[in-house]
DNA sequence: CTAGGGTTAG
């Protein structure tokens, strides 16, 4: 009995430390457990895969398996849904697949959350097909589906471009009698919002209330979030409040997407206070708010500070990611030190990432931006993806050093390509053209434009 | 174990 509840106890401080990134501690308490008698047991080793495969990297949470086995403690279903839980996080699809076989060829029985892990796992990599064939597997391994199975169904068609069918899906497993959770409700408010159909979006939180949820933290996150991006900063402030005088807790979803807004139209002040009541409120930063500190002292021109942070990122034991490295890259290029943003560049390739489309387009932007377009034209040349910010910047920058006719003939190209281009850019070299004297280029302009709109509609 | 946060053009 003591053991027993000795264990529980061990387990409840291993979960502690997994969740305060302490993994360390957390083996030095096993170390002590055993030492004093108390054997870990699977939820001991379930909780430490967990942890490995959040903290560290998946392979470090597969050999915990070996440890398992040496210490012939056998692993459930819960412990192979852990790791291809972590599998999933790393998209790692083929070993999602592989550990499922493994899985049946130990005996151990699927469960329900094992599928549908499965079936997030490839929506996240952007298998639609795949998915939906685990999809049929649940019905046809007779495993009845939870509400989470069509919550990630859901989610899964609206992130692959199936927007619509995860609405039919939704509106027939409602016919059918599915009770939609506040889950749900959230997943299809964030997708209306991204596609910018607000209408759609606010009828679905009226839907929410009418059955009888209460919006939680996340649902204001996203409607927050959804006044930031249409530039209604006063309107999502006013959510802010709301959420404030409501009583709601703020985690550190909500602090960074108010404080990602206010940097971007240049408020810092109230950024950093934001940033700074996150702290005070005991949320530990994680790589995502580390970013959002970072952009904020970039915004400022605090190089120094911004790198100051990339030794606190390492020294907590967080890696940095293309988000990390592109928003110094662009830092560098906004105060001008364009050499130094190409360093980065360089290592970044040296790092491993292979193609840092958007730190590209931040220097090839920078370029532009210091007089330096023929250079930045070199670069465009070079790149092995150009995307409607590559063309936008360029063409800007085109216009600004008067070659409306290159920037015409990259306009065109943009379009011809199926791709967008700013609408500001496209005035920038009409008018610019007109300006300059070439009237009938202008017109010419105007009229390929239509038409290569016509084509790409 | 499924939802929300972090990067570029104007």
Known sequence: MVSKLSTRLLNICIASYCKVRQLDRAESIICDAIRLGVLPNTVTYNTLIDGYSRLVSF???????????????????????????????????????????????????????????????????????????????????????????????????????????????????????????????????????????????????????????????????????????????????????????????????????????????????????????????????????????????CKEGKLEAAYELLDEIEGVGLECDEYTHTILIDGLCKIGNIEGAQRHIKHMNVMGFSSPSVALNCVVDGLGKAGKIDHALQMFESMETRDSFTYSSLVHNLCNARRYRCASKLLLSCLNNGMKILRSAQRAVINGLGHSGFHKEARQLKLKIRLARMVHC
Not at 63 to 73: C, D, F, G, V, Y
Not at 189 to 197: D, P
Not at 229 to 246: A, T, V, Y
């Open 59 to 297: 392979e470090a949470a597969y050999s915990l398996l070996h440890r398992m086995s040496e210490a012939s403690i056998n692993p459930t279903v819960i412990t192979y849904n852990s790791l291809i839980a972590g599998a999933t996080r790393n998209c790692l699809v083929l070993k999602s697949l592989e550990l499922f076989d493994e899985m049946l060829q130990r005996g151990i029985a699927p469960d329900i959350w094992s599928f549908n892990t499965l079936m997030h796992c490839f929506f996240k990599v952007g298998k639609p097909e795949e998915a939906y064939q685990v999809f049929r597997d649940i019905i046809h391994h007779d495993l009845s589906p939870c509400p989470a199975t069509f919550n990630i169904m859901i989610n899964g068609l609206c992130k692959n471009g199936y927007m619509s069918n995860a609405l039919m899906l939704f509106r027939s497993l409602q016919r059918h009698g599915f009770v939609p959770q506040l889950i749900t409700y959230n997943i299809l408010i964030n997708e209306l919002c991204k596609a910018g159909r607000l209408k759609a979006a606010s009828r679905m939180l009226k839907e929410l209330a009418a059955s009888g949820y209460v919006p939680n933290c996340i649902t204001y996150t996203t409607i927050m979030k959804c006044c930031f991006r249409s530039r209604r900063f006063e309107q999502g402030l006013e959510i802010w409040q709301e959420m404030c005088d409501k009583g709601y807790t703020f985690d550190g979803f909500a602090y960074c997407t108010i404080a990602g807004a206010l940097i971007k139209c240049g408020r810092i002040n109230e950024a950093t206070c934001y940033m700074d009541q996150m702290r005070r409120n005991g949320i530990e930063h994680d790589l995502a708010s580390y970013n959002t500190l970072i952009h904020m002292y």
